[in-house]
C-alpha cells in the first residue's frame, strides 16, 4: 500500500483492501500462537487521539502499535491542551514537532482526519469521524469474514440497525461491495439516509427481506447520544420491530455469522442469546481488530524502515 493515511475504504482499491486482509490475517496467526513482539514498528512514535469514548478501538491500535515496538502516547482529549482552546491542526503540527509518526484520531465532525492529514507530517489513521467512516471497523469486519469464508465475492451480508448515524455501515458498504459481495440494509425510515443505493446498497423493506439467505447478519449499535427525539418510539419497541432474534435468524443461511462492532445494546439489536450463541463471532471480531489496526500500521510505515 503506497499512501500516507487510511482516512476511509471509499479512497481504497479492491486490491489495497485484499493486501491489508492478507497482512492482517498473518498478524492474526501470530496473535493466536501469544507472539505479542515483533519489530515492525521497532523505533517508530504513535499517537492516539480520541475526542470521542472508545475501548476497542483505542485498546486495539494501542495495543497492536505496542505488539510491534512502538512507542506509544495516548493524548486524553479531556485533560490536553484542547480544553485550553488549541485547535486540531495545532495539535497535530505541536506532535509533528515531537517526531510522532503516526496520528490515530477519532473525533465527532466528519472530515476531521482529512483535515489533519492533509496539514501533518505524519501518517493519519481514521479511528472514526462522525457519521462518515470507520475504515479500521469494517476492515476487521471483513478479516473476520474472510477468515472464514475463504473469499468474501458473492456472500450477501446483511446490515441492520442505526444504519443513518453509523460510520461502520458505510465504511462496511465501501469495502464490501469493492470485494464482491452483496450488502442489504434495513433500518427504521427515520434512520435510513437517502443516496445508498447509489453506493452499491439494497435497501430492504423487512428484516426477514434482509436476512433471507444472508451468510452474515451484523447488527449495528442505536447511538443514544447522536439520537434526535422521534427517531423511534423506544428502546422496546425497536428491538421487537428492528432487531434480530433467532427467529429472525431463522431466514439467513445455516451457519451465518452473528456480527456487531460493539458497544452493543444487549435486547435491542440482539437478542443476549444470539451475542453468546454459537453463531457469534463478535469476540473473534475483536482479535481481528488488533491484527488489522497491527497491518495498517505496518503497511502505511513500512516504507520507511525498508
Ligand atoms: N466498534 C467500536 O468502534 O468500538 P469502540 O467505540 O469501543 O471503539
Known sequence: MKRKDLLGLYDLSAEEIGEILSVGLNMKKLLRQNI??????????????????????????????????????????????????????????????????????????????????????????????????????????????????????????????????SRVAKSNLFGLTKLGATVRMYAPRTLMPTGLERMGAKICSSREEAVEGADAVMGLRIQLERQHAGNFPSLGEYAAYYGVDDGVLKYAKEGALVMHPGPVNRGVELTSSLIDGKESVIEDQVLSGIAVRMAVLFLLTKEEIA
Open 36 to 165: 505479542k513482539k515483533l519489530p515492525h514498528l521497532m523505533g517508530k512514535s504513535v499517537t492516539t487521539l480520541f475526542y470521542e469514548n472508545s475501548t476497542r478501538t483505542r485498546c486495539s491500535f494501542e495495543l497492536a502499535a505496542k505488539y510491534m515496538g512502538a512507542h506509544v502516547v495516548s493524548l486524553s482529549v479531556a485533560t490536553s491542551s484542547v480544553q485550553k482552546g488549541e485547535t486540531l491542526v495545532d495539535t497535530g503540527k505541536t506532535l509533528d514537532a515531537m517526531m510522532n509518526d503516526v496520528i490515530v484520531i477519532r473525533h465527532p465532525m466528519g472530515g476531521a482526519p482529512r483535515l489533519l492529514a492533509k496539514t501533518v507530517k505524519a501518517h493519519v489513521v481514521n479511528a472514526g469521524d462522525g457519521m462518515n467512516e470507520h475504515p479500521t471497523q469494517a476492515l476487521l469486519d471483513m478479516l473476520t469474514m474472510r477468515e472464514r469464508w475463504g473469499d468474501i465475492a458473492g456472500k450477501t451480508v446483511a446490515i441492520l440497525g442505526d444504519i443513518g448515524h
